[in-house]
């Protein structure tokens, strides 16, 4: 005789939600790397604008002292 055993549905479960569960996982990880990658990219741009920024407030500020040592002093 043939033994042949029928599978209950809470013997399918691990085989099905395994897989299942690697697979969210595995994407929820993908996107958290991703956002975070993005993140950092964000505030290395911010952090070039504002250094781009300091440096021309820096050369603006060195000219108009420059122009305001050539203006003619008044003589007492």
Not at 17 to 33: A, R
Not at 55 to 76: G, T, V
Request: hydrophobic residues 40%; neutral net charge.
């Amino acid at each position: 005789m043939e033994s042949v055993t029928k599978m209950e549905w809470f013997e399918y479960f691990p085989i099905v939600m395994l897989p299942l569960k690697l697979l969210v996982v595995g994407i929820g990880m993908y996107y958290s790397i991703k956002w975070h990658y993005d993140q950092g990219k964000l505030k290395r741009a911010e952090d070039e604008k504002r250094k781009h920024q300091m440096a021309a407030a820096a050369k603006a500020a060195e000219d108009r002292e420059i122009a305001s040592a050539e203006l003619p002093q008044p003589s007492p």
